[in-house]
């Protein structure tokens, strides 16, 4: 199913996104010794992909659609300035079929799967029909396309309520209804239809079996254009808002020897039956007796990659580069097993406890923790400007540990030390789930995060909260910040001191130009 590219080695990549990936995807290529350039719209003139890369680039104003969404222009820079291949992160045009075939036409190698297999599981309803046929397990349900409310009440009283309706083109909890009795049926049918065409311009629904208080398990696969289709354990994201994730470890707790390795298998035979080539995730429902059920395949690289790697010792990102130009997979990726504990959380610049309301504006200090098994993925710097016009993530903190407890007290310490001043972000929501005790016996499931929220377990007062040893760590990072911040300062869009060679190096950046 899957293009068979020429091979060529890569020796620059234009980076076509923003924020912390484009930044874990030019350190990747410093590694790997590849010259990387990246792409920024105007709001991102100073942002920190910009400093870091050898070559920046302006492709247009704020809004995406005219910015990073503009693959046509993005490809043609590609040409220009003599980049072998595209990363596109994740999101943007990272799944969008049209822009890898494009870049394929134009001699750009797509640092991703083959535009027909981002294509197919780009459709929910045809993803399902391949699993189907290929003996892969997924939730019962229909498996075509309902034109209308009749054919909709149908397939509902086939599969047995509660039903989920679902939209075939979409993600992220958009054009999704639960429907628990008949009578709901029609508003629902047409509530998901509406929402779905006003999200994906695609209207089309199908129906699936609601799996109560299911677990979201999913497994990184890695496949090279040679046949070979490899697993690397499971991560566990089942706390989620709104059916996005917010906290992801690995590996997860519910998933014994035996489950990774059936997962595992399930997952390659997904992939294969994909055609599919470079790193994916095979996203499963893991209901409450032990059955898993095939949700969804990412074709990219998700948010969540990092624990993978610190449970692996694999550079997910490098495989990606290599598998990009036609090298074979080491068959020892067929032997990993996790080592230790992994957990990320993702910090977005929203108010936890007053909805997840957008926090934008300046960060007048950053203090990121460090220390043992702690990693910082992080797109900004003290001076940053954050605007409403992205997503509001601003970085992923990762701590690893020889076990769940250790990670876990690892993650929290990090979290205390961590200062960021002039915006409000979800740290403290963090901090509660940590200490939750439901979350620290694994018990987990997809709705369980919006049920603290909502009976108000897990809000602002609790956050104001600390344990004396926790005010103390607060106290001696706070000082070690203000002494960093006294010392030097990162640089700033805003001006302020710095040395010599980064204000020449920011010149150099803003004016669109490059340096090393």
Known sequence: MSETPKFRPIKKVLVANRGEIAVRVLRALREFGAQSAVVYSDPDRASLPVVLAREAYRIGPAPSSESYLRGDAIVELAKRIGADAIHPGYGFLSENADFARLCAEEGVTFIGPGADAIAAMGSKIRCRQIMMDAGVPVVPGGRDLLPDVEAARSAAAEVGYPVMLKASAGGGGKGMRLVAREEDLAAAYRAARSEASSSFGDDAVYVERFVEQPRHVEIQVLADHHGQVFSLGERECSLQRRHQKVLEESPSTAVDADLRRRMGEAAVQA?????????????????????????????????????????????????????????????????????????????????????????????????????????????????SEVTFYYDPMLAKMIAWGSDRAQAVARLARALVELRIDGIRTTAPLFLQILRDPDFVAGRLDNGLLDRKLKSGEWGPAKAGQRAPADLAILAAAVAHAERQRTLTSLPSAQGGRRGHWRTAARREALRGGSWS
Do not use: W
Not at 276 to 303: K, S
Not at 306 to 332: F, H, N, R, S, Y
Not at 335 to 355: K, N, S, T
């Open 271 to 383: 992939a294969r039956a994909a055609g599919y080539v470079n790193a994916g995730t095979v996203e499963f429902l893991l209901d409450v007796h032990g059955n898993f059920y095939f949700l969804e395949m990412n074709t990219r690289l998700q948010v969540e990659h990092p624990v993978t790697e610190m449970v692996t010792g694999v550079d997910l990102v490098q495989e990606q580069l290599k598998i990009a130009q036609g090298e074979k997979l080491d068959p020892a990726l067929a032997e990993v097993e996790p080592r230790g504990h992994a957990i990320e959380v993702r910090l977005y610049a929203e108010d936890p406890f007053r909805g997840f309301a957008p926090s934008p504006g300046r960060i007048d200090v950053l203090h990121l923790p460090d220390g043992p098994g702690i990693r910082n993925d992080c797109g900004v710097y003290q001076g």
